[in-house]
């Protein structure tokens, strides 16, 4: 059981992580991006075929996101141009190609593509942490769940003193939930750390992406806090505006994608990583919109918004996986009703909520 709780938490920093990347290009900028599942599959491959080649796994990973930064620049060049719509279309068949490429070509050890890669070097899967690592490493998860539990607190402290007083019991009911769940989470980290030995690889991947996730996310927040994230803001409400004021929107544009690109294809190589395997039907498009739902769950336009929101995505995932034990239906239909759900959910939000759980109506202004 603490196995699998660590797996979820490794799946939310993980798909937080590509969610980051993708609510820089549309919650801050307003690109709508549907090939997410084309630069996870980018940074994925670049980084398991480089650490076969002996590059050590940090490198590989940075290159990995590198390269995938190099595809949201190409991709950039020849979409950013065309109207939202059509954007969203061609990024969906550049993804698609990005898959079947993959699946076609020889890209390790003359290997067919459709074969995928397996055996290649997982991040800490050999490392023996005598006890004062595991005490320095118990030390540093403590100050990334510290630092998320103190904004959470600020955040409720803010949203309580402006909020009407039927709204206080939401966001009071939302930062006490969100606080128990980030307080489980700390103490199945520390546990999972401190008894490393009982699960190595799943364990050492745990501590990577936490790492790595809460590193973006503070690199992302001091980006949209500066002059250069209120230039995104501004072309995501009106370009025009920004236009007018001398800005380069396409340069802007095509930084916004590069940055997200590159947070999605670190995110590659952490999935890639999770799954200990690259196969291209791992890239297909559920991949994207996955992380399109977390992202309008959470609250675009908000970073903390987009992690709650792949918290409550894997939580879902986690209490309906075992339906089929309880309804007297086949797993097919099961999957189907999960689907169905979680739609219906999205639906309700739309209505009643646009801005997500996190987001803020004021500030978020697309589509009006």
Known sequence: MLNYVAFLLTSMAIYGLMGLGLNLQWGFTGLINFGIAGFVAVGAYVTVILSLTKVPIVLAMLGGGFVAALFGLLMGFSTLRLREDYLAIVTIGSSELVRLVFNNEE????????MGINGFPLPLESFRPNTFTRVGMVAIVTVIFGLALWKLWQWASRRLKS?????????????????????????????????????????????????????????????????????????????????????????????????????????????????????????????TFNVWIL??????????????????????????????????????????????????????????????????????????
Do not use: C, H
């Open 107 to 114: 890209l390790y050890d003359n290997r067919p593509g459709s």
């Open 163 to 287: 909020a009407a007083q039927r709204q206080k019991v939401g966001i009071t009911a939302v930062a006490v939930l969100a606080g128990l769940l980030g307080l489980r989470a700390y103490v199945v980290t520390a546990i999972s750390l401190s008894n490393f030995k009982a699960n190595q690889a799943g364990n050492g991947l745990l501590f990577v992406a936490l790492i790595v996730t809460a590193i973006a996310f503070w690199v992302v927040e001091r980006l949209i806090r500066s002059p250069w994230g209120r230039v995104l803001k501004s072309i995501r409400e009106d370009e025009e505006i920004a236009k007018a004021l001398g800005k380069n929107v396409f340069a802007y544009k095509l930084q916004s994608l590069m940055i997200g690109g590159f947070l999605t294809g670190v995110g590659g190589a952490l999935y890639a990583w999770q799954q200990s395997n690259v196969y291209p039907d791992n890239f297909r498009s559920d991949l």
């Open 295 to 368: 992202m309008v769950l959470g609250g675009a336009g908000t970073n903390p918004g987009v992690l709650l929101g792949a918290v409550i995505f894997w939580v879902y995932t986690a209490l309906t996986r075992d339906l089929n034990q309880i309804l007297p239906f086949p797993t097919v239909q099961i999957d189907a009703f999960r689907m169905v759900f979680i739609g219906l959910l999205l639906i309700g939000l739309m209505v009643w909520r646009p801005q997500g759980i996190l987001g803020n109506r004021d500030e978020l202004t697309l589509g009006k």
